[in-house]
């Protein structure tokens, strides 16, 4: 039994918490919202990730699991400390550090002199922050208190967090000293993933280079799937034989209303910023960036143009999260939607299984109703955003009877446009629409003609 102490009970610092307790080691968790703390103390979950409230509280009661906002309570009989704390956009585009430079002068004012601390960087932080908390150890530090400093970022999702916490697909672990190496390495054997070790900034530098390898793919697919509309071509069928090239892998390849959340938005903007600051204009980073804008404006002017004018039209947006099975509406596509749509004269009726709350304290203009029937009543359109599992299985008779409008508008590509169409509704998706290059032609449109080997 190790201890350890993880500061930052956000998302990441949860998860970290619940699951090395699990593994049989004593944790301390540490924030600085008084708040969470008491609902944490009170063996509640402050936020909605699947298994995680039932995990905290198994480890309430074993003991090994306990939470405070006093670094003292935590740090001094510390072996590992987990920096897991937020890393915002700043005001230039850049990772705001400032909760990692507080957390990292804690730290060092509560270190025991007595025994060496290992700090483990899992926050997502830019290449050269592990130097800069090492300075900031080094000066803020009793006694010249032993430490180390390693990095090991987090690869977790949201959604399906506790089982990427428990398998991870590799560990990787960024430090200048083997032996630190090897002692991180020897906490998470109980996961058996594979391990990488790495130089510090390699660590650092392989979080947001994975993170933009992901966003780029769900960027590309998005430019795929808008000239698959131009051209009248089912952009799923295209994803799935393009993911049968195991070059490729089918894995990020669907398309729909581009990414959101806490990390990928942020982790592009920051690697691009690191790219100017090393001279470097990372063009592809912007272009990624961009396209996912583009994504949510094409998705409102689709709304438009199929409902004819927005101005006074109801839109019933059925969820809201950044993805399913979290409460986390960061940089989530429904946020620039739905305020798209009120500033174009719309009335939203949305539903979310778990976002509600949170939504209401950003958007309070909107209308939110208990189910989807319910969002869906009296309008003219349903914009589909977040593909929630119970979202599939439903009396879609009653949905199409209880609205104003026939419009169904998927940015999640989630039904079939032809069972949709059947049912009387005006249906589409991102790069798949009934009118395919057929119906086209069926119908007398020009339809582009094949290029010429
Ligand atoms: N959320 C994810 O899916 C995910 C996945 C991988 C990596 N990450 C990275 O992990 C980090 C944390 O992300 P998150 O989503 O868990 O954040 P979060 O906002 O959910 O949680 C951060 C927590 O840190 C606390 N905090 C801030 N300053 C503090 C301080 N000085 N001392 C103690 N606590 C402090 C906040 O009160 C908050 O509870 C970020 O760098 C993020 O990019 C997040």
Redesign the pocket.
């Known amino acids: 039994m190790r201890n350890i102490a993880v500061?930052?009970?956000?998302?990441?610092?949860l998860c970290t918490a619940a699951t090395f307790a699990h593994a049989g080691n004593r944790v301390v968790g540490?924030?600085?919202?008084a708040e969470?703390i008491a609902r944490l103390t009170a063996g509640e979950s402050p936020?909605f990730e699947p298994g995680l409230a039932q995990l905290l509280r198994e480890h309430w009661r074993t003991g090994r699991l306990a939470f405070t906002t006093d670094y003292a309570d935590a740090i001094p009989a510390a072996d590992f400390v987990f920096i897991?704390?937020?890393?915002p956009t700043g005001a230039n585009g850049g990772a705001d550090l400032h909760?990692v430079r507080?957390?990292a002068g804690?730290i060092a004012r509560a270190l025991d002199p007595g025994h060496r601390t290992i700090v483990i960087d899992?926050?997502?932080?830019p290449v050269g922050s592990g130097e800069a908390i090492a300075a900031i150890l080094h000066e803020a530090s009793r006694a010249d208190a032993p430490f180390a400093v390693v990095s090991n970022?987090?690869?977790?999702?949201?959604g399906s967090?506790l089982h990427d916490a428990f398998h991870p697909d590799r560990v990787v672990i960024g430090s200048g000293d083997p032996a630190v190496t090897a002692a991180v390495a020897a906490l998470y054997e109980p996961f058996g993933a594979p391990i990488y070790r790495t130089s510090l900034r390699a660590a650092e530098m392989i979080k947001y280079a994975s993170n933009a390898m992901l966003a780029t793919r769900i960027s590309f697919m998005s430019e795929i799937a808008h000239i698959c509309d131009g051209l009248g071509v089912d952009v799923r069928e295209v994803a799935t034989g393009m993911g049968m090239d195991t070059r490729i892998g089918p894995q990020f390849l669907k398309a729909g209303i581009g990414f959101g959340?806490?990390?990928f938005p942020?982790?592009v903007k920051a690697l691009a910023f690191m790219a100017e600051e090393a001279e470097y204009t990372p063009q592809l980073l912007h272009a990624v960036l961009e396209i996912n804008r583009e994504a949510r404006r094409s998705f409102v002017r689709k709304i438009s143009h199929l409902v004819g004018d927005i101005e006074g039209a109801t839109i019933a947006v059925w969820g809201l999260a950044f993805k399913p099975d979290t409460d986390?509406l960061r940089e989530a596509p429904s946020l620039d939607i739905i305020r798209d749509l009120l500033s174009r004269g719309a009335t939203v009726r949305a539903f979310d299984p778990v976002a509600m709350e949170a939504a209401r304290r950003v958007l309070p203009e909107v209308v939110y109703c208990a189910d989807l029937y319910q969002a869906a009543t009296g309008a003219d359109a349903v914009a589909l955003i977040t593909e929630w599992d119970t979202f599939r299985a439903l009396d879609f008779a009653l949905v199409r009877s209880v609205m104003r409008g026939q419009v169904f508008v998927d940015g999640r590509n989630q039904f079939d446009p032809t069972a949709m169409a059947a049912l009387g509704f005006t249906y589409r998706g991102v790069g798949v629409s009934l009118v395919q290059v057929a119906s086209l032609a069926d119908a007398g449109v020009p339809v582009p003609a094949p290029v010429s080997v």
Do not use: N, Q, W
């Open positions: 500061v930052g009970t956000g998302y990441v610092g540490v924030d600085v919202d969470k936020i897991c704390v937020d890393t909760h507080a957390a804690s899992k926050s997502t932080m970022p987090e690869f977790l999702r949201e967090a959340g806490s990390c942020k982790d986390d």
